[in-house]
């Protein structure tokens, strides 16, 4: 296999999830290198002088001037992924020929192929050929989070359930619990939808380690998780399907 060429890249977003999401989606992809994030449209631009970017995750809506704004006072800019929450942008945004545009929560498997189509055919190949360890060729083997000072691998085939505590989460793995900083929200984007499936709204499941369900709960080994009323539909609609 040839060598992985590297792509400089920039995160631009007033919102510090939002960036922390796209720098953990961009540390699982070893042809991006992150040369800096800025929290506002106007501190990019000196980036931008400074550095070369190949490739920019934009935010659209900021304080001062919008992602939009920006793009237009660009004379090169590099090739460009819109982020937003918004979905109302998207024919304004492609007259700007960006390359694609993705709407918050951004899933991994979306932004994988957003990165795609932004890279040379051949880098596409180089990097659909490295191994991983998941259902999907995009979806992360790992991810890496912080916890007691330092900065711990999981693997996601290792994750049985996450629970929600407040401000961190609790992700149960068959080596032990990790306790970190985040929301469940934000883990629920960047996990795997094949793989992993949200049971209530303190509560995400990987498929695979269910041992057994009601309507009610879910079993895994000793553990017993409460399915949420607003969620019972989807997930015994999944579990359903999966029992074929």
Do not use: W
Request: net charge neutral.
């Amino acid at each position: 296999m040839e060598p992985i060429r590297k792509y400089n890249c920039l995160i631009v977003d007033d919102e510090p999830p939002a960036r922390e999401l796209l720098r953990r989606y961009v540390a699982q992809l070893p042809m991006l290198t992150l040369i800096g994030e800025c929290g506002n449209a106007v501190q990019s631009i000196s980036l931008l002088k400074q550095h070369h970017v190949d490739l920019m995750f934009l935010d659209i809506q900021m304080p001062q001037i919008s992602g939009l704004d920006l793009i237009g006072t660009l004379v090169n800019p590099p090739k460009i992924i819109l982020t937003t929450a918004f979905e109302q942008y998207a024919v304004k945004a492609f007259e700007l020929d960006v390359t694609d545009y993705l709407v918050k929560p951004v899933r991994f498997d979306r932004f994988l192929k957003a990165v795609f189509k932004a890279l040379p055919e051949q880098d596409i190949r180089n990097e659909t050929q490295m191994p991983v360890n998941s259902q999907h060729a995009g979806d992360p083997a790992f991810l890496y989070f912080r916890a007691d000072r330092k900065m711990v691998k999981v693997m996601l085939g290792d994750i049985l359930y996450i629970e929600s505590l407040k401000d961190y989460v609790k992700i149960n793995t068959k080596k032990g619990p990790v306790i970190t900083k985040y929301a469940i929200t934000s883990l629920e984007a960047m996990l795997p939808s094949s793989a992993f499936i949200r049971v209530h709204r303190s509560y995400m499941v990987a498929l695979d380690k269910i041992d057994s369900y009601t309507q009610e709960e879910i079993h895994i080994l000793s553990n017993v998780i409460p399915i949420g009323k607003l969620y019972r539909m989807q997930v015994l609609n999944v579990l359903t399907e999966a029992n074929g």
